[in-house]
């Protein structure tokens, strides 16, 4: 097994190789920490941890590349060694995410919880030779101990990724711009009918871009052709009609020429009501 970890403190070797080898469940003897800029020529690389370390700068501290060897009978894998890194260190831990997005990671809290975290790295470009660069936690999805300052907030990037059927607009058969905005408004209905899936919330701006994908679509089928209109007119009223079902007239009315859409708001508002429609 193979881990890329990102810690919010500083360990000492002695401490980092402890702590490795109760969480893996061998002697500590048989755990090797180096530096990276450390003699690997004297490296004990038949040893069942080897754990390669350097420093990094802002709200993780410290970067490790932890490779188990494969007859160690330890954790699963890299969620498992993290999580039970954080229990046993108390310090946060942060690990690469299974997704395209170079921000998003998972964060094992020392709490307990584990939650999808962004981490943005910034680099000062007068120290891009000579340091590190400096990391920010810059929101977490669920509060964590290790990371107290950061914004709890469902991510976008997260929201954007789940998979949700949209049978209406599949069962359109046409590749037009009409039909990726229906997709989009379909998206948000159906997310909408299952209660917000998969955490029950959702983020205003990514509403107000659901809301311009039923803009685009009005205009779109306005100046298609009327064959593919009649087709694509049928799918909204679909999909419109459980957008009305699930939503109630919003306190403030649209603006002029606006679409209906616009007027409405949801029953069960996914953020916190601050009074305002999305």
Not at 141 to 166: G, H, Y
């Amino acid at each position: 097994m193979i881990a890329n970890l990102l810690i919010s403190r500083r360990l000492e070797p002695s401490a980092l190789a402890a702590a490795l080898a109760d969480v893996v469940g061998v002697p500590a003897e048989q755990v090797d920490v180096c530096h990276a800029d450390g003699d690997q020529d004297h490296r004990e690389w038949e040893a069942a941890v080897l754990c390669t370390y350097h420093y990094v700068r802002g709200d993780v501290v410290m970067s490790l590349d932890v490779q188990v060897r494969d007859d160690v009978d330890g954790p699963a894998g890299e969620a498992e060694l993290a999580a039970a890194f954080a229990e046993r260190t108390g310090t946060g831990v942060v690990y690469p995410d299974d997704r395209i997005d170079p921000e998003t990671f998972w964060l094992a809290d020392p709490s307990g919880t584990v939650t999808r975290t962004r981490l943005v790295a910034s680099e000062d470009e007068h120290d891009e030779e000579h340091e590190p660069p400096t990391y920010s936690v810059d929101a977490v999805e669920a509060p964590s101990l290790a990371f107290p300052d950061a914004e709890v907030t469902p991510l976008a990037e997260i929201l954007r990724e789940v998979p949700i059927l949209t049978p209406v607009a599949d069962a359109v058969g046409l590749d037009t711009p009409a039909v990726v905005s229906l997709t989009i408004w379909e998206r948000m209905v159906r997310r909408m009918a299952g209660d917000w899936a998969p955490s029950g919330r959702y983020l205003p701006e990514l509403y107000a871009e659901d809301l311009a994908a039923r803009d685009h679509l009005e205009r779109e089928i306005a100046a298609c052709p009327e064959q593919e209109r009649e087709v694509l007119l049928a799918a909204a009223a679909e999909v419109d009609s459980l957008f009305r079902s699930l939503t109630e007239e919003g306190s403030a009315a649209a603006s002029a020429g606006a679409g209906w859409w616009r007027s409405r708001r949801p029953r069960r508002m996914p953020w916190p009501d601050t009074g305002k429609d999305g």
